[in-house]
Each structure stands twice: as C-alpha cells, then as structure tokens.
C-alpha cells in the first residue's frame, strides 16, 4: 500500500478555521516568481491536495486552509484555500497563519513582518508575550468601493455594493434580502446570499480601476449594529466577522462620509466573535477613493494534523450538497 502524508497545523480565528499545510506538497508543484503564480500552479497541478484537506472526509463543508510558500519580495509568503477553490487575501487566515507560525518557531517573533499574498504585500503587527501571540493586525492591500449593482430577489430590488478589499465583496444590508443577523441560526443566511451572489456576477460588476469585469467571490450581510455575515465558496459561513470583509464594510462607511480616517469599529460576526479596526490612510486615483484598512484579531492554534492518503482509499475528497 503506498501511502502519502500531509502535515497540518489548524487554528481558529474568532471560531473560523484554517489548516496551515506545512509539509507534504513536493516543491515542484508550487513554483513561481511570485505567491500568486505559486498559488496557480498548485491549483494546476495539484487541486486535489486542496480538496483532500478541505472537503469530507478529512475537512467539512466550511473548512478553510493556508499553505505558506517561499517569497523574497517578504518575510513570508502565503496562499488561501477553501472547499471550493482560492481566495487572493484572508484576514482571518493570516491572522492564523501568524499566529501558529511564531507560536512554533517557524517565524521569528518579531512584532512587524511583510506578508506576500496572491492580492499584494500586506504589512502585519504582532503583540507578543511569553511566546504567545495576543493579536494580529495587518494592514490590507488597496480597498475601494467599484459600484452599486441592484438585483432583483424574490421580486423585490436589492442594492449591491461591490467593494474590492484584497477580494471582490457584494456588501448588502441583510434585511433587504429577508434574513436577521441576530439570530442564532447563521445557515439561514447561505442560501439567499449565494442566490444574491448569482444574480450580481450575471449581471458582470467593472472594476473601476481595471476596467476590467470582476466575479464577485464573497457576500457580505451588514446590520446596522456592526454585526456581519459573511458568505464565501459553495455556501460557507465564515464564523469570524471576516477579516476582507471587515476592510470592505470599513472602505463602505468611509466612503460614504460615516467613517473618519483613524475612527475604530469593532465589527461582530456569527458566532459573537469581534475583529477591530479604522482606515489608516486614503488617496484618490482616477477619481475612486482608495483606502488602506487595517484590521485585528486573535487566533488559537487547535491541533496538529498528519493526514493520510493511502492508494487503496478510493472514495476520493467530497461535499455533501
Ligand atoms: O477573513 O478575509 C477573511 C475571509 C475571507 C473568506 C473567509 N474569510
């Protein structure tokens, strides 16, 4: 029997998970002058690693994962992964991914580091006591609002915000679509937001700085309180208040005159979780406002994971839909 092994360590973010995959993948298949084109040909060559980690019966449905790569350009460099497919930015990932790597000694502990995601170069800021990571900030890549979209959703008009934060975000304002977020069941939110999804890609929102069309890959549910529900791959609920999420909402508020450079949120997700944070600068390009949205959180480690793949173990990688 051949069999093959991947090496695992999983934390929590504000009850989000993400596996970090620190060893298994053979060099080869993650190649590239830069994350985003190592990201690309792991996702060639070798999606079915993602699947076997991520889906059933190894992973679930909301299973989320990280794998670090090497970068010169930064300390670090690091792609996301779902059960689904890929994500270029993940706050509450790397807020994870940071977090078990200094616990561990993978990194050094020091408090300021540079992050190479597929999105950009992200600067993140650690406080470290007795080893132990307290919180993680980083400071997002370019966000900007690109337009309103309205759709229509069980015969009524619903008005979409599409906002670039590392991610192309559908922000909605959870009411407009029928559903509460301060209710205790979260899976109430997956279809409606997915069925919202749907309708704005087919109507193919532009980037306003591409010119480019883009695919919206996350819905972000907001209430007034600062309570979000964010909903991303094949209907997974991100426990967290999302960390892309959160630097959307921010750009949001901002843009529209609620939000003063500097001024603090604190923003709750699902499951009571909180993640803080303010826009640090803005500037105006080709007329779009840009900011710079620096968001925190904690994360936990949860355990470490030797996962098997054995050649007589046909049932192959799943999701239960
Ligand atoms: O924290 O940015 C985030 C995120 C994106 C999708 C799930 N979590």
New binding site residues.
């Given amino acids: 029997m051949e069999q093959t092994e991947f090496t695992t360590v999983d934390t929590h973010?504000g009850g989000?998970p993400t596996r970090i995959v620190l060893d298994g993948i053979e060099a080869d298949t993650l190649a590239g002058a830069t994350v985003e084109e190592r990201r690309d040909r792991f996702a060639a060559t070798s999606d079915d690693i993602r699947k076997l980690l991520m889906q059933e019966p190894r992973g679930h449905a909301d299973m989320?994962g990280a794998v670090p790569v090497p970068t010169d350009r930064a300390d670090l460099g690091v792609f996301?992964m779902?059960t689904d497919g890929y994500?270029d930015?993940?706050?509450?990932?790397?807020?994870g991914v940071v977090t078990a790597l200094i616990e561990q000694g993978e990194l050094p502990e020091t408090p300021e580091l540079t992050v190479e995601t597929p999105a950009g170069l992200v600067d993140v800021t650690a406080e470290i006591t007795d080893g132990v990571v307290r919180r993680v900030a980083f400071e997002n890549v370019d966000s900007y609002v690109c337009e309103t979209v309205t759709v229509e959703q069980d015969g009524d008009p619903v008005a979409a915000r599409i906002v670039y934060?590392?991610?192309y975000f559908a922000v909605v304002d959870a009411d407009t679509i029928g559903v509460t977020l301060d209710c205790e069941d979260a899976t109430q939110c997956i279809g409606p937001a997915l069925e919202l999804r749907r309708a704005v890609n087919d109507v193919a929102p532009k980037d306003p700085l591409t010119g480019s069309s883009v695919t919206v890959?996350?819905v972000e549910l907001t209430a007034r309180d600062d309570r979000s529900c964010?909903v991303?791959?094949d209907g997974?609920v991100?426990r967290?208040?999302?960390?892309?999420?959160?630097?959307a909402r921010l750009t949001l508020h901002h843009v529209d005159g609620d939000l003063a450079t500097g001024e603090r949120v604190e923003v709750t997700g699902p499951v009571g979780s909180t993640f803080e944070g303010y826009i640090t600068d803005t500037s105006v390009n080709d007329g779009v406002t840009v900011t710079k949205p620096v968001v925190s959180g904690t994360a936990h480690i949860t355990g470490e994971h030797t996962f098997y793949r054995t050649d007589d173990d046909t049932l192959g990688s799943f999701t239960l839909t």
Avoid: K, R
Wanted: net charge negative.
């Fill in positions: 973010t989000e989320f996301f779902d994500l930015m993940c706050g509450h990932g790397l807020i934060s590392g991610n890959s996350a964010v991303f791959a997974s991100d967290s208040p999302c960390g892309t999420g959160t630097c």
